[in-house]
């Protein structure tokens, strides 16, 4: 069985630092491109932040130069670090995969979702 699990999400004051992690475990061959993506109240799942397994990154406009993601390939896990955190980024953070599991091809994963909220 192969799952996504978050951790690092909470509360914090506007203009606050958080870290996001999310690990990968199960049957996994190979881990392709990781992201973050976000889920406000009402409205649709965003993308981020992806970055490739070789490390090219890819972010939001609007969260360009305040987060940073990163990831450990040996302990299959993607960071998420967010600075300078502004009210209207409170979401559910989703972490997302694509992993190779052993006898198949790449598929998408998401994992579970960590609540951040950022109080102004």
């Known amino acids: 069985q192969v799952q996504l699990v978050e951790s690092g999400g909470g509360l914090v004051q506007a203009g606050g630092s958080l870290r996001l992690s999310c690990a990968a475990s199960g049957s996994i061959f190979r881990v392709g491109a990781m992201g973050w993506y976000r889920q406000a109240p009402g409205k649709q799942r965003v993308l981020v932040a992806t970055i490739t397994s070789g490390g090219i990154t890819n972010y939001a406009d609007s969260v360009k130069g305040r987060f940073t993601i990163s990831r450990d390939n040996a302990k299959n896990t993607v960071y998420l670090q967010m600075n300078s955190l502004k009210p209207k980024n409170t979401a559910v953070y989703y972490c997302?995969?694509?992993?190779?599991?052993?006898?198949?091809?790449?598929?998408?994963?998401w994992g579970q979702g960590t609540q951040v909220t950022v109080s102004s």
């Open positions: 997302n995969a694509d992993l190779m599991v052993y006898g198949t091809g790449y598929r998408g994963y």
